[in-house]
């Protein structure tokens, strides 16, 4: 079993910055890629960015390429989500999710979730 704990969301301009973080816990997870998606109201729940536990290629939606970055400290357990230059559209609940699957785009593909945290993003 993993524990993924998301926090730092929050409401901000637009134009501005946050910074997500997600605390992992429970079983030997090296094995895991580590990812954020974001479900906006009334609409699906979307892959935004992805990273291997065990370190390599980060992947991310067209949507955020260039202002998002995911990263992660292996040392603290935590995968963080760097969001720069948010839009209002950017705004969303945002998870942390695990899979072990080597396919992480699509929501089904994930065996962990998150409780959320609420980003709004005001014009």
């Known amino acids: 079993q993993v524990q993924l704990v998301e926090s730092g969301g929050g409401l901000v301009q637009a134009g501005g910055s946050l910074r997500l973080s997600c605390a992992v816990s429970g079983r030997t997870f090296s094995r895991y890629i580590m990812g954020w998606l974001r479900q906006a109201p009334g609409k699906e729940r979307e892959f935004v960015a992805a990273?291997?536990?065990?370190?390599?290629?980060?992947y991310y939606a067209d949507s955020v390429k260039g202002r998002f970055t995911i990263s992660r400290d292996n040392a603290k357990d935590t995968v963080f989500l760097q969001m720069n230059s948010l839009k209002p559209e950017d705004t969303a609940v945002y998870y942390c999710a695990a899979t072990t699957s080597t396919s992480f785009g699509r929501r089904w593909e994930y065996d962990y979730w998150g409780q959320g945290t609420q980003v709004t993003v005001s014009s």
């Open positions: 990273v291997p536990w065990s370190g390599g290629s980060t």
